[in-house]
């Protein structure tokens, strides 16, 4: 079955930097795009990066782009979200999800606290 796992969510202080990983499993993962969601505190889950199966074509949520780097290892499973010159309001938690012929799948979710 398909699975997706966060991690290398935390604490970080303001303007620092943080790697989450999302490791998948079940699935070709290098034939899907892959994207990273977040919900903040008393928000609903809102879109941050895309990317597509080669890791050619990214795109990003106008708050975190040229400071979040989404990329990928196909070889691994695994998709990445470099986050850097972070603040409070990237507080949230962080999910890795994947549409499969129409079914949207997720993992548990990191969270990630910004704060000094």
């Known amino acids: 079955q398909v699975q997706l796992a966060e991690s290398g969510g935390g604490a970080v202080q303001p303007g620092g930097s943080l790697t989450l990983s999302c490791t998948a499993s079940?699935?070709?993962?290098?034939?899907?795009?892959m994207r990273w969601h977040r919900r903040r505190p008393g928000k609903v889950r809102e879109y941050v990066a895309y990317i597509d199966s080669s890791g050619g074509e990214t795109n990003y949520q106008d708050s975190v782009r040229g400071r979040f780097i989404i990329s990928r290892d196909n070889a691994k499973s695994t998709v990445y979200l470099q986050m850097s010159s972070v603040n409070p309001e990237d507080t949230a938690e962080y999910y890795c999800?994947?549409?499969?012929?129409?079914?949207?799948?997720w993992g548990q979710g990191t969270q990630v606290t910004v704060s000094t």
């Open positions: 079940g699935f070709a993962f290098s034939k899907y795009p």
């Open positions: 999800n994947v549409d499969i012929l129409s079914r949207e799948y």
